[in-house]
Nanobody
Framework: QVQLVESGGGSVQAGGSLRLSCATSGDTFTYYCMAWFRQAPGKEREAVASIGDGGKLTLYADSVKGRFTISQYNANNTVFLQMNTLKPEDTGMYYC??????????????????????WGQGTQVTVSS
């Protein structure tokens, strides 16, 4: 099992940037498919980006391609989500998630929520216009 703790959320104006961090502990996170999800009020939780196989595999939702970058830093067991050119529609609670099935990161589409067994508590991102 891997434990996840998110940080880095906050309030920014449209066009601004934030970097989210997901600190992992317990099991070795490089054995997992790691992902960021987000959930806006009244909406379903949706996958934003995923990373696996030591960073070789990355996937992004169409809505964030070219603006968000997922990465990992093995030395301190952390996964990051760099978010640039933020838009009001990026507002929501952002969750870090882990799946022990590395193949979840290997497809052509982001893995579904049900495939991720481990979740953090979330960090709020608010983008004002």
């Amino acid at each position: 099992q891997v434990q996840l703790v998110e940080s880095g959320g906050g309030s920014v104006q449209a066009g601004g940037s934030l970097r989210l961090s997901c600190a992992t502990s317990g099991d070795t996170f490089t054995y997992y498919c790691m992902a960021w999800f987000r959930q806006a009020p009244g909406k379903e939780r949706e996958a934003v980006a995923s990373i696996g196989d030591g960073g070789k595999l990355t996937l992004y939702a169409d809505s964030v391609k070219g603006r968000f970058t997922i990465s990992q830093y093995n030395a301190n067991n952390t996964v990051f989500l760099q978010m640039n050119t933020l838009k009001p529609e990026d507002t929501g609670m952002y969750y870090c998630a882990a799946s022990p099935s590395i193949w979840v990161c290997g497809g052509s589409q982001l893995g579904q929520r049900r495939l991720f067994q481990n979740w953090g508590q979330g960090t709020q991102v608010t983008v004002s216009s």
